[in-house]
Protein backbone atom coordinates (compact mmCIF):
# COMPACT_ATOMS: atom_id res chain seq x y z
CA UNK A 1 0.00 0.00 0.00
CA UNK A 2 1.01 3.51 -0.51
CA UNK A 3 2.71 5.28 2.27
CA UNK A 4 1.74 9.20 1.75
CA UNK A 5 -2.36 10.08 1.06
CA UNK A 6 -3.13 13.78 -0.20
CA UNK A 7 -6.08 15.77 1.01
CA UNK A 8 -8.50 17.04 -0.99
CA UNK A 9 -8.03 14.92 -4.07
CA UNK A 10 -8.99 18.23 -5.84
CA UNK A 11 -9.28 21.91 -5.04
CA UNK A 12 -10.19 24.81 -7.54
CA UNK A 13 -8.95 28.51 -6.31
CA UNK A 14 -9.29 31.95 -7.61
CA UNK A 15 -5.79 33.20 -8.86
CA UNK A 16 -4.20 35.21 -6.10
CA UNK A 17 -5.76 32.78 -3.53
CA UNK A 18 -4.00 30.79 -1.51
CA UNK A 19 -4.03 26.78 -1.95
CA UNK A 20 -3.28 24.71 0.72
CA UNK A 21 -3.09 20.52 0.38
CA UNK A 22 -1.79 18.01 3.25
CA UNK A 23 -0.60 14.25 3.34
CA UNK A 24 -0.92 11.77 5.42
CA UNK A 25 1.83 9.00 6.08
CA UNK A 26 1.82 5.54 7.85
CA UNK A 27 5.14 5.08 9.21
CA UNK A 28 8.23 6.53 10.32
CA UNK A 29 10.58 8.81 7.79
CA UNK A 30 13.65 10.61 7.44
CA UNK A 31 11.81 12.91 4.91
CA UNK A 32 9.02 13.97 3.43
CA UNK A 33 8.79 15.76 -0.45
CA UNK A 34 6.79 17.61 -2.77
CA UNK A 35 6.38 17.20 -6.30
CA UNK A 36 4.63 19.04 -8.58
CA UNK A 37 3.31 17.34 -12.27
CA UNK A 38 1.88 19.22 -14.95
CA UNK A 39 -0.19 17.66 -17.21
CA UNK A 40 1.37 14.68 -19.60
CA UNK A 41 5.09 15.63 -18.07
CA UNK A 42 7.44 14.02 -15.51
CA UNK A 43 7.03 15.48 -12.03
CA UNK A 44 9.06 17.51 -10.61
CA UNK A 45 10.95 18.31 -7.24
CA UNK A 46 9.62 21.16 -5.05
CA UNK A 47 10.79 20.68 -1.66
CA UNK A 48 12.25 18.42 1.01
CA UNK A 49 11.45 18.54 4.83
CA UNK A 50 13.60 16.55 7.09
CA UNK A 51 12.21 14.28 9.48
CA UNK A 52 14.07 16.72 12.56
CA UNK A 53 12.66 20.01 10.59
CA UNK A 54 8.85 21.75 11.31
CA UNK A 55 8.60 24.41 8.42
CA UNK A 56 10.44 25.26 5.08
CA UNK A 57 10.27 28.20 2.60
CA UNK A 58 11.08 28.09 -1.27
CA UNK A 59 9.71 31.10 -2.56
CA UNK A 60 5.52 31.13 -2.91
CA UNK A 61 5.96 27.67 -0.68
CA UNK A 62 6.03 26.60 2.42
CA UNK A 63 5.94 23.27 4.07
CA UNK A 64 5.66 22.22 7.45
CA UNK A 65 5.94 18.60 8.90
CA UNK A 66 4.55 17.26 12.58
CA UNK A 67 6.00 13.84 12.71
CA UNK A 68 3.70 13.23 16.11
CA UNK A 69 0.42 13.41 13.74
CA UNK A 70 2.44 11.98 10.53
CA UNK A 71 1.03 14.53 8.49
CA UNK A 72 2.60 17.42 6.60
CA UNK A 73 0.74 20.21 4.48
CA UNK A 74 1.69 22.63 1.45
CA UNK A 75 0.79 25.63 0.85
CA UNK A 76 1.34 27.78 -2.16
CA UNK A 77 0.61 31.63 -1.65
CA UNK A 78 -0.79 33.91 -4.46
CA UNK A 79 -1.64 31.03 -6.71
CA UNK A 80 -0.96 31.77 -10.71
CA UNK A 81 -2.43 29.77 -13.36
CA UNK A 82 0.94 28.20 -13.57
CA UNK A 83 0.78 26.49 -10.37
CA UNK A 84 -2.04 24.30 -11.81
CA UNK A 85 -1.21 20.95 -12.05
CA UNK A 86 -1.16 17.53 -9.77
CA UNK A 87 0.74 18.10 -6.24
CA UNK A 88 2.16 14.87 -4.60
CA UNK A 89 3.89 13.99 -1.35
CA UNK A 90 6.62 11.54 -1.04
CA UNK A 91 8.23 9.80 1.90
CA UNK A 92 11.80 8.56 2.57
CA UNK A 93 12.60 5.97 5.02
CA UNK A 94 15.73 3.51 5.83
CA UNK A 95 14.00 0.89 3.69
CA UNK A 96 15.71 2.34 0.53
CA UNK A 97 12.28 3.40 -1.12
CA UNK A 98 10.23 6.93 -1.91
CA UNK A 99 6.90 5.66 -1.60
CA UNK A 100 4.19 8.56 -3.10
CA UNK A 101 0.85 9.21 -2.71
CA UNK A 102 -2.42 9.73 -5.03
CA UNK A 103 -1.80 13.62 -5.34
CA UNK A 104 -3.90 16.38 -5.35
CA UNK A 105 -5.50 18.00 -8.74
CA UNK A 106 -4.95 22.12 -7.81
CA UNK A 107 -6.80 24.10 -10.74
CA UNK A 108 -6.51 27.98 -10.78
CA UNK A 109 -8.89 29.72 -12.26
CA UNK A 110 -7.99 33.57 -14.00
CA UNK B 1 22.91 17.87 -18.72
CA UNK B 2 20.20 15.58 -20.07
CA UNK B 3 19.14 14.64 -16.85
CA UNK B 4 16.65 11.26 -16.89
CA UNK B 5 16.14 10.31 -20.60
CA UNK B 6 13.70 7.82 -21.19
CA UNK B 7 12.61 5.86 -24.39
CA UNK B 8 10.38 5.25 -26.50
CA UNK B 9 7.65 8.19 -25.41
CA UNK B 10 4.72 6.27 -26.65
CA UNK B 11 4.68 2.14 -26.97
CA UNK B 12 1.47 -0.37 -27.75
CA UNK B 13 2.24 -3.75 -27.38
CA UNK B 14 0.25 -7.14 -28.17
CA UNK B 15 -0.52 -9.02 -25.18
CA UNK B 16 2.11 -11.28 -24.64
CA UNK B 17 4.68 -9.15 -26.59
CA UNK B 18 8.05 -8.69 -24.63
CA UNK B 19 10.09 -5.13 -25.03
CA UNK B 20 12.39 -3.09 -22.69
CA UNK B 21 12.06 0.19 -21.52
CA UNK B 22 15.31 2.13 -21.58
CA UNK B 23 16.30 5.05 -18.66
CA UNK B 24 19.39 6.74 -18.52
CA UNK B 25 20.77 9.29 -16.47
CA UNK B 26 24.00 11.46 -16.59
CA UNK B 27 24.14 12.97 -13.08
CA UNK B 28 26.40 10.12 -11.47
CA UNK B 29 23.15 9.33 -9.57
CA UNK B 30 23.45 5.80 -7.25
CA UNK B 31 19.81 5.56 -6.98
CA UNK B 32 17.76 4.57 -9.93
CA UNK B 33 13.77 3.05 -9.32
CA UNK B 34 11.26 2.90 -12.00
CA UNK B 35 7.20 3.90 -11.00
CA UNK B 36 3.85 3.43 -12.83
CA UNK B 37 1.39 5.72 -12.36
CA UNK B 38 -2.04 4.90 -13.03
CA UNK B 39 -5.17 7.12 -12.98
CA UNK B 40 -6.31 7.88 -9.20
CA UNK B 41 -3.19 5.70 -7.74
CA UNK B 42 -0.70 8.18 -7.93
CA UNK B 43 2.66 6.53 -8.38
CA UNK B 44 3.44 3.29 -7.67
CA UNK B 45 7.04 1.67 -7.30
CA UNK B 46 7.90 -1.23 -9.19
CA UNK B 47 11.73 -1.71 -8.73
CA UNK B 48 14.57 0.02 -7.60
CA UNK B 49 18.55 0.01 -7.27
CA UNK B 50 21.13 1.63 -4.81
CA UNK B 51 24.05 1.07 -6.93
CA UNK B 52 25.50 -1.17 -10.02
CA UNK B 53 24.90 -4.62 -9.68
CA UNK B 54 22.61 -4.09 -6.95
CA UNK B 55 18.40 -3.93 -7.38
CA UNK B 56 15.37 -4.95 -5.61
CA UNK B 57 11.49 -5.00 -5.61
CA UNK B 58 9.15 -2.15 -5.09
CA UNK B 59 5.47 -2.40 -4.18
CA UNK B 60 4.12 -3.83 -8.06
CA UNK B 61 7.50 -6.23 -9.42
CA UNK B 62 5.10 -9.10 -10.50
CA UNK B 63 5.82 -9.11 -14.67
CA UNK B 64 8.74 -6.67 -14.82
CA UNK B 65 12.65 -7.39 -14.77
CA UNK B 66 15.32 -5.30 -14.45
CA UNK B 67 18.87 -4.99 -14.23
CA UNK B 68 21.65 -2.24 -13.68
CA UNK B 69 25.27 -3.05 -14.92
CA UNK B 70 26.31 0.41 -15.16
CA UNK B 71 25.10 3.69 -13.17
CA UNK B 72 23.89 5.36 -15.92
CA UNK B 73 21.53 3.09 -17.28
CA UNK B 74 18.62 1.15 -15.44
CA UNK B 75 16.50 -0.78 -17.89
CA UNK B 76 13.13 -2.47 -17.37
CA UNK B 77 12.00 -5.02 -19.36
CA UNK B 78 8.33 -6.77 -19.25
CA UNK B 79 8.73 -10.00 -19.95
CA UNK B 80 5.26 -11.04 -21.15
CA UNK B 81 2.86 -8.04 -21.63
CA UNK B 82 -0.59 -7.83 -19.98
CA UNK B 83 -3.27 -5.36 -20.63
CA UNK B 84 -3.05 -4.97 -17.37
CA UNK B 85 0.62 -3.15 -17.75
CA UNK B 86 -1.29 -0.46 -19.58
CA UNK B 87 0.48 2.35 -18.13
CA UNK B 88 2.84 5.62 -18.24
CA UNK B 89 6.18 4.20 -16.76
CA UNK B 90 8.42 7.02 -14.84
CA UNK B 91 12.01 6.10 -14.70
CA UNK B 92 13.78 8.55 -11.72
CA UNK B 93 17.47 8.90 -10.05
CA UNK B 94 18.76 10.30 -7.52
CA UNK B 95 22.03 10.49 -4.91
CA UNK B 96 19.72 8.36 -2.61
CA UNK B 97 16.19 7.54 -1.58
CA UNK B 98 16.46 10.57 0.77
CA UNK B 99 17.14 13.36 -1.57
CA UNK B 100 15.65 15.50 -4.74
CA UNK B 101 14.26 12.61 -7.30
CA UNK B 102 14.47 13.95 -11.19
CA UNK B 103 11.80 11.92 -13.40
CA UNK B 104 12.21 11.04 -16.89
CA UNK B 105 9.38 12.84 -19.38
CA UNK B 106 7.34 9.14 -19.01
CA UNK B 107 6.65 5.93 -21.38
CA UNK B 108 3.09 6.10 -22.16
CA UNK B 109 2.73 1.91 -22.73
CA UNK B 110 -0.97 0.41 -23.96
CA UNK B 111 -1.00 -3.46 -24.26
CA UNK B 112 -4.00 -4.16 -26.40
Known amino acids: SQQGEEDPQALSIQEGENATMNCSYKTSINNLQWYRQNSGRGLVHLILIRSNEREKHSGRLRVTLDTSKKSSSLLITASRAADTASYFCATGSNDYKLSFGAGTTVTVRA | NAGVTQTPKFQVLKTGQSMTLQCAQDMNHEYMSWYRQDPGMGLRLIHYSVGAGITDQGEVPNGYNVSRSTTEDFPLRLLSAAPSQTSVYFC???????????FGQGTRLTVV
Open chain 2, 92 to 102: ASSTTQNTEAF
